[in-house]
Nanobody, 119 residues
Framework: QVQLVESGGGLVQAGGSLRVSCAASGRPFSFYKMGWFRQAPGKEREFVARITQGGETQYYEDSVKARFYISRDNTKNTLYLQMNSLKPEDTAVYYC????????????WGKGTQVTVSS
């Protein structure tokens, strides 16, 4: 049974930092590319960042480049997202997921973790 448990969200002031984590199980973690996504109130869920199986290559959505950093620990089946210089527009529920060969997120999704950035 696939499980994705995101944690580490919270309330932070603009300009601050936060690290969110994702504990993944039910699939061989090191075999899969992984990604972070987010959904702001009233908006569609959108891609944030992805990372290759061994962690060698990362790709970011333009608005988070040079502020967010994705990483993984394959010994712990855990994915991370370090978020720096946070802006109010980063406020959203953040989700992680396994990715297909074509970089599409797989089902199911976890519950996500809320990140709120105050101005």
């Amino acid at each position: 049974q696939v499980q994705l448990v995101e944690s580490g969200g919270g309330l932070v002031q603009a300009g601050g930092s936060l690290r969110v984590s994702c504990a993944a199980s039910g699939r061989p973690f090191s075999f899969y590319k992984m990604g972070w996504f987010r959904q702001a109130p009233g908006k569609e869920r959108e891609f944030v960042a992805r990372i290759t199986q061994g962690g060698e290559t990362q790709y970011y959505e333009d608005s988070v480049k040079a502020r967010f950093y994705i990483s993984r620990d394959n010994t712990k089946n855990t994915l991370y997202l370090q978020m720096n210089s946070l802006k109010p527009e980063d406020t959203a529920v953040y989700y992680c997921n396994f990715l297909s060969a074509s970089d599409r997120p797989l089902e199911p999704w976890g519950k996500g973790t809320q990140v709120t950035v105050s101005s």
